[in-house]
C-alpha cells in the first residue's frame, strides 16, 4: 500500500492519530521537501515519530520515483507532505503515477494553509482563486499571477498568495556537468513579495496600490507564528523571521467581523 499523509504545519505532533498508526508500521517512510518545509526540522519528527525518515527531494519526487514505489505492491511505504497531501499538485502527479503502476493508495488529510490561514481573520468563504509568486531574476520577471489578484479582489474576494521557496536547486553551471552543485535555500518573505507586488503595481496602475491593505504570515501553526496586517507598501520594509511566509491581499470591502479581529495585527486603523 501507497499512503500520502498530511503532517500538519507547525509541530510533530500535528499528524493525525491515524497517520502516526501508519508511519510506525509502514517498511518505509520518506519525508517531502519539496513543496514545503516544517519548522521544527526532520529531527524532531523522527524522535516523536520514533522511527527514521528517508529525505525526499525534488530530484526523488520527479525523477526517482522507482525508488520511492518499489515493493510498495507487497509493503508498506509512506510519503509524508506538510499540510495536507492535495495542498500541491506533486502529490496529486505522485498519487496518479502509483495508479498507474496498479499500487493500492491511501490519503490521509491534515490541515494546510489553505484553511489555516484564516487565523488572520478573514473568512474562507470568501477566499477566491490562491496564487503563487516566483522568484525573479534579471531576466525573468513573470506576473501573470497579478491579473489573479485583481480578479479576486474585483469579485470582493481575499487572495492567498503562497511564495515561493528553493530547496537543493541545481545551480545552472553545473546543470551540463556530471556532478550537480546546488544553490543555498532560499525562502520567499513577505517583504520580498510585496515588493515585486509594487514593481508590477508601477506599470498597472488601477485596482491595486501602494497604500491596500496587505496581511503577511509567518510560520502559521507553530508557536512563533507571527501575523501583520498593513499597507503593502509597509509590507515591503516588514520582518516577520524565519520562514514559511504567506501573503494574503484582501478583498476591497470587508465584512465588519473580518475589520474587527484583523485590527489586532494592525497599528492603524483600518
Avoid at 517583504?191 to 502559521?220: C, F, H, W, Y
Amino acid at each position: 500500500m501507497f499512503f500520502i499523509i498530511g503532517i500538519g504545519l507547525g509541530d510533530p505532533k500535528d499528524i493525525t492519530v491515524k497517520g502516526l498508526e501508519i508511519v510506525k508500521r509502514c517498511d518505509r517512510v520518506y519525508l517531502e521537501a519539496y513543496t514545503s518545509i516544517l519548522s521544527c526540522g526532520q529531527e524532531s519528527l523522527e524522535d516523536f515519530y520514533g522511527r527514521k525518515l528517508i529525505l525526499a527531494d525534488r530530484e526523488m519526487i520527479e525523477q526517482h520515483t522507482d525508488e520511492i514505489f518499489a515493493d510498495a505492491e507487497v509493503k508498506d511505504v509512506a510519503v509524508l507532505v506538510v499540510g495536507d497531501p492535495f495542498g500541491a499538485t506533486t502529490h496529486t502527479d505522485l498519487m496518479l503515477r502509483a495508479k498507474e503502476r496498479e499500487i493500492p493508495c491511501q490519503v490521509v488529510h491534515n490541515a494546510s494553509i489553505m484553511n489555516a490561514v484564516a487565523c488572520c481573520g478573514l473568512q474562507l468563504y470568501s477566499f477566491g482563486e490562491t496564487i503563487s509568486i516566483p522568484y525573479w531574476t534579471e531576466t525573468w520577471k513573470p506576473d501573470s499571477f497579478f491579473g489573479k489578484i485583481l480578479k479576486n479582489r474585483q469579485m470582493g474576494l481575499h487572495t492567498l498568495c503562497l511564495l515561493d521557496i528553493r530547496v537543493r536547486e541545481p545551480t545552472l553551471e553545473s546543470l551540463t556537468r556530471k556532478t550537480r552543485q546546488y544553490e543555498p535555500p532560499r525562502f520567499m518573505s513577505v517583504a520580498e513579495a510585496s515588493q515585486q507586488l509594487m514593481e508590477i503595481i508601477k506599470n498597472t496602475p488601477g485596482e491595486l496600490s501602494r497604500d491596500s491593505l496587505a496581511i503577511g504570515l509567518a510560520r502559521v501553526g507553530h508557536d512563533s507564528q507571527k501575523i501583520i496586517a498593513c499597507s503593502l507598501k509597509e509590507m515591503t520594509e516588514v520582518d516577520l523571521g524565519a520562514p514559511l511566509h504567506s501573503l494574503v491581499i484582501p478583498a476591497k470591502e470587508l465584512h465588519p467581523l473580518e475589520v474587527e479581529f484583523i485590527q489586532q495585527f494592525s497599528s492603524r486603523k483600518l
